[in-house]
């Protein structure tokens, strides 16, 4: 009975320094994203933005659009991408073996015939079936073979004219100088080869003709706790871990990369569910192994916007998946875990990411046990116990804060008070239930992963706040 107290009781105080040095880290983090998102604005006023869509300085981009069963929305995101800012792009749909009317409702919207433009086959993909073009319109439809969203993207690198790829989802809305902005990086500095733009949480917000025209937060509470998750981990997390050159991550939603680079790194892996997360640190690794000077960096500003789940049975699909695609990431290159010649990356992020993220919530969930456990026996006592509860709960309730504020100095991008007000709120009740919910999730999600399990899991989605009726509910599968 000692010995199971010892232990009860070295539990709490291993768990506490766990919250302690986990959010201790993060404020680090938030530090360093501070100071570099406040310089970021204070460059924008001489970003020479207007400047730079005038002018040949600016190299030519393809735009990759994987499409699955799109033809509802299809023909309206292709028009809303011609639309962007930038001197010369093109758009690369790949139909990536749709049962539906894809095909036909792009070749018939854009008059798109079969074209003999070259493919050059550098990456693994499944059989293409036969590539479109027309004329008069800057769009290649290449048609293949159903292998998944990595295959259907490697298979539009492929098709890519240009040296910049900007990998970019169907359904997702950009705002018109997105482009511009995700570039940028990469022109000023050869040395930059991948740049992740910032993805915000378009639920509440009113769309017309394939833009952002209001920005609102919406009405029910889920999608509010997941816009104080996103401005944390991309506002405070990702543009940290840019600092350093240490980002593990660019969203496959929206990403930029240097073509042949991410071809040199072998492209999207086939086989993982967080292909986005694996094709950047394998970047890292490649860079490191060969010695060459690189960075991989977040850049603030660039917006684009997506619709979050708005169910619980939808988020924990999402959060299982993306938990999956971590661990696996972290296991397939943990060769570069603790080890020197891989810099910041094999140093600082590679254990943050395995302590932290992988194991976390194992460890959260054995922390909380371990407090009820030691309360209801007398093993610790009240004191402690707030001392846990301000580590835990306490100062991840004022990071939360603190994201939506930086947001609100820095960056400003919901124009009404009462958004912020409601924000800070849900930012301190996402403290006390909705982060455990998520740590139960992405720790049943170590299970599915030791099963092998390598299922998206399909997903549902209610469509874009039209113009006139802020809350409409239009239903669509997407897998």
């Known amino acids: 009975m000692v010995v199971l107290e010892a232990i009860i009781l070295w539990a709490n105080y291993a768990v506490l320094v766990y919250f302690l040095l986990l959010n201790g880290f993060y404020l680090v983090l938030y530090t360093i994203s501070f100071f570099e998102i406040s310089d970021y604005t204070r460059r924008e006023l001489y970003s020479g933005v207007p400047e730079l869509f005038g002018s040949n300085y600016a190299p030519p981009v393809s735009l990759i659009v994987p499409a699955y069963n799109e033809e509802a929305t299809i023909t309206a995101s ?9 001197p010369l792009f093109e758009v690369v749909v790949v139909n990536d073996g749709s049962k539906d009317s894809t095909m036909k409702t792009l070749r018939e919207e854009f008059d798109l015939w079969e074209s003999d433009h070259p493919v050059r086959m550098q990456l693994e993909t499944q059989p293409i079936r036969g590539v479109y073009a027309a004329p008069a319109e800057n769009v290649i439809l290449v048609d293949k073979e159903n292998g998944g969203k990595a295959d259907a993207l490697n298979a539009g690198i492929c098709a890519a004219n240009y040296p910049f790829v900007c990998c970019i989802d169907a359904d997702l809305i950009l705002d018109e100088d997105a482009l511009l902005r995700i570039a940028r990086p990469m022109i000023e500095s050869r040395n930059v080869v991948a740049v992740g733009g910032i993805v915000r949480v378009a639920n509440g917000c009113t769309v017309d003709s394939g833009r952002v025209v209001d ?27 840019s600092v350093i050159n240490a980002l593990l991550i660019i969203s ?43 960075k991989i960096v977040f850049a603030p500003d660039p917006v684009s916007w997506t619709e979050v789940p708005a169910s619980l049975k939808i988020l924990r699909r999402q959060r299982d998946r993306w938990h999956r695609g971590l661990m696996d990431t972290l296991i397939r290159n943990r060769k570069m875990l603790l080890n020197p010649r891989y810099g910041t990356v094999g140093m600082l992020a590679m254990p943050y990411f395995f302590l932290f993220e992988f194991l976390g919530p194992v460890i959260e969930i054995l922390g909380y046990l371990a407090l009820v456990i030691g309360l209801s026996f007398g093993i610790v006592n009240v004191s402690f116990a707030i001392l846990f509860f301000l580590a835990a709960v306490g ?77 409409a509910a239009k239903k669509k599968s997407v897998s």
Request: charged share 25%; aromatic share 14%; glycine share 8%.
């Open 215 to 241: 920005i609102k937060t919406p009405r029910r509470p889920l999608p509010n706790f997941q816009i104080v998750e996103y401005l944390r981990a991309f506002l405070a997390g990702r543009t940290g871990w």
């Open 252 to 294: 496959g939603a929206f990403g930029m990369f240097r073509r042949q680079d991410f071809i040199d790194a072998g492209g999207y892996a086939h086989d993982t569910v967080g292909e986005d997360m694996e094709i950047v640190t394998r970047l890292h690794r490649k860079k490191r192994e060969n010695k060459e000077p690189y």
């Open 78 to 86: 292709v028009r809303s991408f011609l639309s962007l800012q930038y």
């Open 395 to 471: 100062l991840g309730t004022l990071l939360s804060v603190a994201a939506v504020f930086l947001e609100e100095l820095r960056l400003r991008r919901y124009p009404r008070p009462a958004d912020i007000v409601k924000l800070t709120f849900y930012a301190v009740l996402e403290n006390f239930g909705y982060r455990q919910l998520n740590t139960v999730w992405r720790a049943w999600a170590i299970v599915s992963y030791l099963r092998n399990d390598q299922s998206w899991g399909s997903m549902e989605r209610q469509g874009f706040d039209p113009a006139t009726k802020p809350d």
